[in-house]
């Protein structure tokens, strides 16, 4: 069984936004929501990174942790799904996520949040595998017709990489090897990696 | 009477205790985030650790903090939540009806000694009771939605299951945001109800000398309209606590409408929470003695008035002070 993993490969990422946009368009997210963004550091100075992000599918995740209603489940794939029909849009599962992925529409009076809505990778909700109901609440569901997530599938400079996590690996280490440095992965601490610090 | 004055006291007095509380919270996360300096140069390990401390970068999706790519605050704030909030505060919650279940066993309800003379006299007005009333309900939907918010999962989770909490909290979140501030708004009125009432008076310092007579048999101890157990219940828990509870929340609703970072909420959400459980635990006291514990207290402000035999013994000072043709207030 696959363990679905995300990799932004920030040596890659040219902040183009592209991922944003087709996740946004293939799953037609509310208004004001996206599932998945792009934040640029230190912009315009010798040492901007860009890093798209989205929902991590954390193996012990925090918001699952604090729902009230337990609304969060892991599927086989090691994918973090939520049931929108049981979510009372309390927030505080964006209170606990460390990349502020849960996003909440307006939704009634006083600014009310609606029903939280996140990056699925692609993997739809509780209800049958692209049913007219799970498209509507969650998007579509790529894993079920043996797809990746499409916002790493259609990355141009292939920096947001989605899939088993060995896949993955593997292919990143291929990167690590070319460049003789493993930076750009996610929270590498170069300080500790002579090959990687402040070089190339 | 120096009306006026003490209420700006008390307010300052509030106000005071709210913003040390949140400073202490903040400083929590900014300590955290002084790690290990770089050495000198090594700018590409500083941006990883700007990013790790939350340092905000630049995004084309706009809205509040979308450009922080990790707040590691959240996974304390989840520990914290999770364990020492929900562990303490339902073990104070728990031992406190235990305390009440155990006194009510040993010692009973506080009957009246002599029998009733069937002569009544004015304790509450009618705009009294219905402050009263209107906050003793709105502040049990509060405290049954809010229990629910932190509890239920533990609690009703098991037995109704991840669909079932959400039918009942969506109504409960419901109830628990708009009655927020009607919850406010009594308790404001309550606190300018009963201030004068619960001045200091002589009197008090004998009552707690001799702990509101709870432990000795029989001993009543004179007191003015309101004993000194009830002025802190009006001071610490109405006062104090409820403003608290009543501010925090405030603050934590309307979540479109302001945009507040993560960290004030998650620090707010704590700071609630907390609160009302001490808020619930002194309920506890209150509700058990204004029902089943002292007989004829639940009548009184039901009806606003009390016999003159429970009057003079259970509040002397002020039954002397009304048969005296005086206001019976301090």
């Known amino acids: 069984m696959a363990r679905m993993k995300f990799l932004c490969d920030a040596e890659r990422c040219i902040e183009c936004n592209a991922c944003v946009t087709a996740c946004k368009n293939e799953h037609e997210v509310q208004w004001g929501v996206n599932r998945r963004r792009v934040v640029t550091i230190n912009d315009g100075e010798p040492t901007e990174k860009s890093l798209s992000v989205a929902c991590m599918h954390c193996t012990d995740a925090p918001c699952s942790a604090v729902c009230p209603v337990d609304c969060f489940y892991t599927t086989e794939d090691g994918v973090v799904l939520h049931n929108k029909d049981a979510c009372i849009g309390c927030g505080y599962c964006l209170f606990a996520c460390p990349f502020g992925a849960p996003q909440f529409p307006q939704d009634g009076a006083f600014g009310e949040r609606g029903k939280m809505d996140k990056c699925t990778f692609c993997g739809g909700g509780p209800e049958e595998d692209n049913s007219p109901a799970e498209r509507a609440k969650y998007g579509r569901n790529r894993l079920a017709e043996g797809k990746l997530p499409l916002c790493a599938e259609m990355c141009s400079t292939k920096a947001l990489l989605a899939g088993d996590a060995n896949e993955v690996a593997d292919i990143f280490r291929e990167r690590v090897v070319a460049r003789g440095s493993n930076r750009g992965a996610w929270g590498q601490n170069l300080q500790f990696n002579p090959l990687g610090s402040g070089k190339g | ?118 002569r009544k006299i004015q304790r509450f007005t009618p705009f009294e009771r219905f402050v009263h009333w209107g906050t003793a309900i709105t502040f049990i939907l509060m405290g049954l939605t809010g229990l629910a918010i932190l509890f239920g999962r533990t609690v009703l989770g098991p037995l109704i299951g991840s ?163 005086r206001s019976g207030r301090p």
């Open chain 2, 1 to 118: 009477m120096p009306l006026n004055a003490l209420a700006a006291k008390a307010i300052r007095w509030w106000l005071g205790l709210v913003v040390s509380c949140c400073a202490l919270f903040a400083a929590a996360p900014a300590t955290a985030a002084d790690g290990p300096k770089a050495s000198p140069g090594d700018a590409v390990a500083d941006y990883w650790r700007e990013v790790r401390q939350g340092v905000p970068g630049l995004s084309q999706v706009t809205g509040a903090e979308r450009g922080v790519l990790i707040n590691a605050r959240g996974e304390t704030w989840r520990q914290q939540r999770n364990g020492p909030l929900k562990r303490y505060g339902g073990m104070v919650l728990l031992a406190m009806l235990g305390i009440i279940v155990l006194f009510y066993l040993v010692k009973g309800p506080m009957k009246l000694s002599e029998p009733p003379t069937g």
């Open chain 2, 163 to 325: 669909g079932g909490l959400g039918g009942l909290l969506a109504l409960g979140k419901l109830v628990h945001n708009y009655l927020g501030p009607v919850f406010l708004a009594f308790t404001i009125l309550l606190i300018f109800a009963f201030l004068r009432d619960n001045v200091w008076q002589k009197c008090d310092s004998e009552w707690i000398a001799k702990a509101g007579g709870m432990f000795s048999s029989g001993g009543h101890i004179p007191s003015g309209r309101f004993n000194f157990g009830e002025k802190t219940w009006f001071w610490l828990g109405v006062t104090f606590l409820g403003l608290f509870v009543a501010g925090t929340g405030l603050l934590l609703n309307f979540p479109a409408l302001i945009d507040r970072t993560r960290d004030l909420m998650q620090n707010l959400v704590l700071l609630h929470a907390i609160g009302a459980v001490l808020l619930l635990t002194m309920s506890f006291g209150h509700i058990y003695m204004g029902t089943v514990g002292v007989q004829g207290a639940l009548e009184s402000m039901k009806t606003g008035e009390v016999d003159e035999t429970w009057a003079r013994e259970h509040h002397e000072l002020w039954y002397d002070d009304v048969k005296a043709g």
